[in-house]
DNA sequence: CTGGAAATGCGACCCAGGTCACATTTATTG
DNA sequence: CAATAAATGTGACCTGGGTCGCATTTCCAG
């Protein structure tokens, strides 16, 4: 990596604190590091082409990317997930080889390591523990997915709004962190539902006391009232 | 693993034919069936404790194995996912050590092997291979998962069980093999809808001449008509 | 063979949540 | 600092699909 040795430093801290490196010897990872070459995306840049991964692995440093898919029917997005600092992708490409139907867009700005895929697989061939860790990210995020679905079945659009908020509510601040910045559509778009609904709902929240918006933020004004919705839904 | 000669090589045959294990040598293969035990479960058989497949790991030789979680405000059960011929569970609990909020329930006679966590994890130690098939089989299900999310959210439930159909027509009989033998509850249960749902669409393919049914069997009679129903939703 | 349970068929009704249309506010950029 | 675009607030309206109730059929166990 062509980098002065503070940024060095900061990107080898940044690794080592991310699971999925914390078996590699320190060895291991700076021969990964060598490979591999920061970038810097700025909020709203796409990957639209799904074959690109199978070309490149990335590594997020900080900031959110959501996955999704294009949903032609009702000609709006669906993001199925959203990953942030210590994701990766694209696993599903670099584990079968095969393309992955999905496209990736960064909400906010974003540094990613960049890892071009055959030297990846050369290296995990000499570091077959990740192999390891991998699985243990991908069943992690495997149970999120069958909770996304059975929320998705289960819950109307409002209680799965109140969950989405609620499960990124920053209890510092009580601000909705990396949800701020969002539009009401790309919050629809988390949920499975519409701008106008996500508009409606917020509005009611507003009402019953449970937030306050300004500038595209959402800050939680009644934490318990949120849990309630969630919990006891009637 | 007591069991005659024959009962024995079915077993290895099934195994050596399973993917995951295909990279594994015949020793090893060996060793892990000594520490199994085969097991039959009739139709209905449930795993209603989550905290048992902390202790035990199961392998699917024949039959067919439902994942699901209950729905308590609509009073019905969602079935995440399908399990068959060598699919194994619970691949989650084997390598996060937590307990899979999931419940399991025969859908018909099934043989399963059964492998006890604690020997299973010690074999797996000496065969750090099964990682990345693992892997492999973890990020295929993870996909499937992605594409039953998007199909929830875009498509309508008539169009929902087409696919469901459509997915699972044996091209020789035309029949849906591993739907045969299912109430109308549990088709709807696996598409995240109603049995009066279910039985509305079913009676309506009927009428479109898509389909017959006798006897809880149902036999696909145009099979045209049902890819014209999945792919030109109007 | 038979009585009860399970599975299915079907009509009446209701509502969450989608669409459409348009006004209003907030960002962005020549 | 317009002016144009993007994001939001809101009302009117429609419909897929859920609930309820009940009749009918199919399946088994006794």
Redesign the pocket.
Known sequence: MNIGLEKYRYYTELMRENDLFSDISHDALDQLLEIASAQYWPKKTCILDPTHTLYTFYIILSGKVKGYVFDDK???PLTLFLLTQNDVFDVFTLINGKVHDIRYETLCDTEVLRIPMYKLKEWIQDNQDVYKALLKYTTDKMMRMENYISNLIM????I?LARLLYNHVDPASNQVEILNGL???EL?ALI??????V??H??SFKEEGILK?E??EIEITNLELLQQKISLNP
Do not use: A, V, W, Y
């Not at 819950?155 to 409002?158: A, G, K, W």
């Not at 499975?192 to 609904?197: A, K, N």
């Open positions: 009702h000609d709006r819950e109307d659009t409002s799965r539009t009401h559509d629809g499975g539902t519409t701008r106008t609904m508009g409606r917020i509005q918006t500038r595209r």
